[in-house]
């Protein structure tokens, strides 16, 4: 079963930035950032998915938010910036672990961001 663990969030003040890690134990399928902030539903930040490269970001983000893979340590990386104070949430990992399902399947214990204004 593959396990996740994210690490890198923190407390930053508007403006500033921060690079979220996952590390993954075993083989995934494609990687993924979600989100949810107090009272409000999860929603999706950014994916990447490995055999075809493709990468896609919540409209919210673009242009400020960048996820990124090591092959070689089995992670992924969202880095962000010009972080707003609506981008305090919990950020979770996840990762689809069968070729067969688009479904995440394997998720974090999630990493707390936190944008003072």
């Known amino acids: 079963q593959v396990q996740l663990v994210e690490s890198g969030g923190g407390l930053v003040q508007a403006g500033g930035s921060l690079r979220l890690s996952c590390a993954a134990s075993?083989?995934?399928?494609?990687m993924g950032w979600f989100r949810q902030a107090p009272g409000k539903e999860r929603e999706f930040v950014a994916s990447m998915r490995w055999s075809t490269g493709t990468i896609n970001y919540a409209d919210s983000v673009k242009g400020r938010f960048t996820i990124s893979r090591d092959n070689a340590k089995n992670t992924v990386y969202l880095q962000m910036n010009n972080l707003k104070s609506e981008d305090t949430a919990i950020y979770y990992c996840?990762?689809?672990?069968?070729?067969?399902?688009?479904?995440?399947?394997?998720w974090g214990q999630g990493t707390q961001v936190t944008v003072s204004s």
């Open positions: 075993g083989r995934t399928f494609s």
């Open positions: 996840a990762a689809r672990t069968s070729a067969l399902s688009p479904d995440f399947g394997a």
